[in-house]
């Protein structure tokens, strides 16, 4: 099990979750546009964008797999903007 914060909840998921998996877990909603679980992730729309702490800019959730430790933003000045 891979340890994470969303939003400052913590968070255990299986290894090769996706940061958007992990964020419903959570009782976190991510909007998303083209996002489907049963069709490979695409990350083409954008609209599930998080911020992860060390990372330079923000990183589709729908595609990315969720690493231990990370702290994960959905909901900032950023993202809104």
């Known amino acids: 099990m891979v340890q994470l914060t969303v939003n400052g909840r913590a968070v255990a998921v299986p290894e090769g979750t996706t940061l958007l998996e ?11 546009l083209c996002y489907h679980p049963r069709l490979p992730a695409q990350a083409v729309c954008r609209m599930c ?11 589709p959730a729908c595609k990315t797999p969720v ?4 702290a994960v933003q959905t909901d900032t000045p950023d993202l809104q903007a």
């Open 22 to 32: 992990a964020a419903r877990q959570a009782g976190v909603h991510v909007p998303t």
């Open 49 to 59: 964008l998080v911020e992860v702490q060390g990372q330079p800019r923000p990183l």
């Open 67 to 70: 690493q231990e430790g990370q």
